[in-house]
Nanobody, 124 residues
Framework: QVQLVESGGGLVQPGGSLRLSCAASGRTFSGYAMAWFRQAPGKERRYVAA??????????HYADSVKGRFTISRDNAKNTVYLQMNSLKSEDTAVYYC???????????????WGQGTQVTVSS
């Protein structure tokens, strides 16, 4: 049974940092793309970042809203993907979800597996 479990969310002040983790189990994800999405209150779930495999290595891609502030990375030995979030803003407040699948994309329907989400609140 495939399972994705996020951790690392919490309350942080504007300008602060957090690192989210997503631990995968049930299969090997080294060849799979992995991504982070987020859903703010009253809004649709939106793409944040993804890391995918190609013949030249791993590629990363970011939503414009987080580019330069967030960094996605992975540790295949631990079957874990990370999201380092710096210079956090109030508009980053959301539930953050981890996703995995054989293909990468910015829409929900591309991804096969989802975690349960972790809350990130940016507030003073």
């Amino acid at each position: 049974q495939v399972q994705l479990v996020e951790s690392g969310g919490g309350l942080v002040q504007p300008g602060g940092s957090l690192r989210l983790s997503c631990a995968a189990s049930g299969r090997t994800f080294s060849g799979y793309a992995m991504a982070w999405f987020r859903q703010a209150p009253g809004k649709e779930r939106r793409y944040v970042a993804a890391i995918s495999w190609s013949w030249i290595g791993y590629n990363t891609h970011y939503a414009d809203s987080v580019k330069g502030r967030f960094t996605i990375s992975r540790d295949n030995a631990k079957n874990t993907v990370y999201l380092q979030m710096n210079s956090l803003k109030s508009e980053d407040t959301a539930v953050y979800y981890c996703a995995a699948g054989p293909r990468s994309g910015v829409t929900d329907d591309i991804w096969d597996y989802w975690g349960q989400g972790t809350q990130v609140t940016v507030s003073s």
